[in-house]
């Protein structure tokens, strides 16, 4: 059956698309921005936190990719489904 | 000199990276609540990748759609306040009401179609059932919208500096202008953003936390070191570093007492009657695609939640050794400072972060917190708005208005709603830990509504009568006797004792006048019952026939039981 992927609606993709983009500040923050490693005890914390989160964004974005949501393109939505809560 | 509009001197400095990534997070809420209205053609897209929510979607937005300021300022709070007694919350209470609602409940309001507590109030025992507990619902969420707003508004103040009564403005403007753009029309969606919003938050806030206080034997050396130096104001350290028996937190001194007032007051009646009849969060697994997956929401959501404890009571812990103000307060002080003027336990996380997050981080949880807040008011004004404007409005009031008229009505429900819960924040601000406060409220509310409601599943001669004698009298009960200890001379119990008594009251009240009431009075007929009480829905309602096609550990029990296992761990390493 012919399809289309779920696409910017994937929620895989949402995740993977905000802490990317979170990862690329905190990390550009970390070489560039005041560390306050009184603060944080000597961690570069920003850094390594910006490192983390575009590790577990791109593994977010890479799954949607390898494993997308197809929609078969006869479909047609059941309206009693509320997909969002009341 | 002019007054400046925002003060010099704010408890929390941001700077523009924090603000970005605050104002980065809102476009995308925004943007996905746009593009959900703007696609009604496209709906399909949205539909069906709503509609085949994996579990793990589910599970999250399910523990997500609590995590706010119950979960972050309560728990930690609590946990600056008392240390780990306070994890019962969770692998005594939340833990095995949402394994139980998997295993037991939710087959059956899956099965049954039930959507609300007053929707299964009203066919299972009729109209004063229905009236008297969409009463009681709207109450709680209104009292229940003025706590979260109140959190709101001590982030807001925090960051900005104003006064906290025009922070309070300032926050419920903000909520009201969320709701009007949309921020609702993709709940689930922001949920589990949310969730890694605060997880990617808390994270490195108690990591790093724990670093700077030398590890976890750094905390419990430095705990142990302030409460020998403050005999008697500080809770006994050994009472903090481990949750058995926990007296801190019931506040009875005889620790077999304690323990059942755990087990009982605060694991069986508050955390079922929580977890089993919140539809706010029933609801996110109600979305999934099948009776199983809504069965596997509740369980899956039980193994992220199990950790939390860690990012939440864990940093309040390290707020109490690291933070001044804290351990100033913990000490007997009175510090200043803080959201409302006098630095308050509710401060612990905001005041942590303050200490030991540096800017970039700061705006990560910042973002984090608000969004919580904001999106947890926000349910609760809707759940308000909802229960207002058809069960009570459209059913009591003014019936057979065309559809507009209970549109245009909900919109000024929002509205008034909103504004009424500026004044019930104060209520929720004169506490000095909002969690006594909220377990106050639910004792109140959910623990007679979960006895009727679970007396009223499994027994089918439970008349319409008891139904609503049962919930008034259970709320009554609940009442006098917290009036009684708090402005009487009946008893006094520190912690949340008081609130775990009375919900064990509410309970049994309700229980003992629901059975003596339906013996003297007319029960309904058995086909009328069907979908409503167990015993009268015919299995097929509630089994999935595929269920055993799945592999072992994708099937509901199974899962359960690991969890539980789990959980018995937790509380023995603990």
């Known amino acids: 059956m012919a399809g289309h992927s779920a696409g910017a609606m994937d929620v895989r993709n949402v995740i993977g698309a ?8 905190l990390t550009g923050m970390g070489f560039m921005a005041d560390k306050a490693l009184d603060k944080t005890g000597n961690i570069n914390a920003n850094l390594i936190a910006g490192l983390a989160l575009l590790l577990v964004g791109g593994g977010f974005l890479a799954w949607a990719k390898l494993k997308p949501i197809v929609i078969p393109d006869d479909y047609v939505p059941d309206p009693d489904a509320h997909p969002h809560g009341q | 000199m ?7 001197d704010t408890l929390i400095k941001a700077n523009t990276a924090d603000y970005l990534i605050l104002a980065i997070y809102f476009c995308f809420v925004l943007g996905i609540g746009f593009m959900v209205k703007r696609n009604v053609s496209d709906s399909a897209d949205f539909f069906l990748s709503g509609r085949s929510l994996p579990a793990w979607v589910t599970g999250l937005a399910f523990i997500s759609a609590n995590l706010g300021a119950v979960e972050i300022m309560g728990m930690s709070a609590t946990g600056a306040e008392i ?28 099965g049954s179609k039930v959507r609300s507590v007053p929707e299964f109030m009203l066919r299972r025992f009729g109209k004063p059932a229905h009236l008297v507990n969409s009463l009681s619902f709207a109450l709680a ?12 508004g001590s982030i807001v103040h925090a960051l900005l500096g104003l006064p906290m009564g025009v922070t309070l403005v300032v926050a419920a403007a903000i909520v009201l202008s969320y709701i009007t753009l949309g921020g609702l029309s993709a709940a689930i969606y922001n949920e589990v953003l949310q969730f890694f919003v605060i997880v990617a938050s808390l994270l490195p806030l108690t990591l790093i936390g724990l670093h700077r206080v030398g590890g976890w034997k750094g905390m419990e050396d430095k705990i142990t070191a302030a409460a020998d130096a403050h005999p008697g104001v500080i809770t006994p350290a050994h009472q903090q570093l481990d949750s058995w028996p926990g007296q801190a937190l019931s506040g009875f001194d005889n620790s077999f007492w304690s323990v059942i007032g755990i087990t009982f ?24 695609e099948s009776i199983t997956a809504a069965r596997k929401t509740p369980i899956i959501g039980a193994f992220p939640k199990m950790f939390v404890p860690f990012l939440t009571i864990v940093p309040g812990m390290i707020a109490a050794v690291l933070v001044t103000e804290i351990a100033d307060l913990k000490a007997g002080g009175h510090p200043t400072g803080g959201a409302s003027g006098d630095v308050k336990y509710n401060d612990a996380m905001l005041l942590l972060m303050r200490d030991v997050l540096p800017n970039g981080l700061l705006g990560l949880a910042i973002t984090g917190l608000l969004a919580a807040f904001m999106a947890g008011m926000a349910a609760n004004i809707s759940a308000f708005n909802t229960v207002f404007s058809y069960d009570l409005y459209g059913d009591y009031l003014v019936k057979g208005k065309p559809d507009e008229h209970y549109l245009k009505v909900g919109r000024l429900a929002t509205v008034a709603a909103t504004v009424i819960a500026i004044f019930t924040a104060s209520i929720a601000g004169s506490f000095s830990n909002v969690m006594d406060y909220l377990q106050t409220l639910f004792g109140f509310f959910n623990a007679p509504l979960f006895a009727t409601f679970i007396l009223g599943m499994f027994w089918k001669r439970m008349t319409p009568t008891a139904g609503w004698v049962g919930l008034v009298s259970g709320t009554i009960a609940a009442v006098t006797l917290w009036a009684g200890s708090k402005f009487g001379d009946w ?22 006048l629901s059975v003596a009431v339906s013996m003297v009075t007319q029960p309904k007929p058995d086909k009328e019952l069907v979908g409503l009480v167990y015993s009268e829905t015919p299995k097929e309602m509630r089994t999935d026939p595929d269920e055993h096609t799945l592999p072992l550990f994708s ?14 761990v937790l509380n023995a390493i603990f």
């Open chain 2, 2 to 8: 002019v007054p400046h509009l925002v003060m010099a």
């Open chain 2, 491 to 512: 008893f006094t119990l520190p912690g949340q004792g008081l609130a775990f008594a009375a919900a064990s009251t509410a309970f049994v009240v309700d229980i003992v």
């Open chain 1, 18 to 25: 905000l802490l990317v983009v979170y990862g690329v500040i």
């Open chain 2, 83 to 110: 240390g780990l007694p306070t994890t019962h919350y969770f692998w005594i209470g939340a833990i095995p009401a949402m394994l139980f609602l998997g295993v037991v409940m939710m087959p059956f309001y899956y």
């Open chain 2, 141 to 152: 969420q209104l009292l229940i919208a003025g706590v979260n707003l109140y959190l709101l």
């Open chain 2, 265 to 288: 007051g605060l694991g069986f009646v508050l955390s079922f009657g929580y977890w089993t009849t919140n539809f706010v969060e029933v609801q996110r697994a109600m979305a999934s």
């Open chain 2, 555 to 568: 099937r509901p029990l199974p899962l359960a039981g690991v969890a539980l296992a789990m959980v018995v």
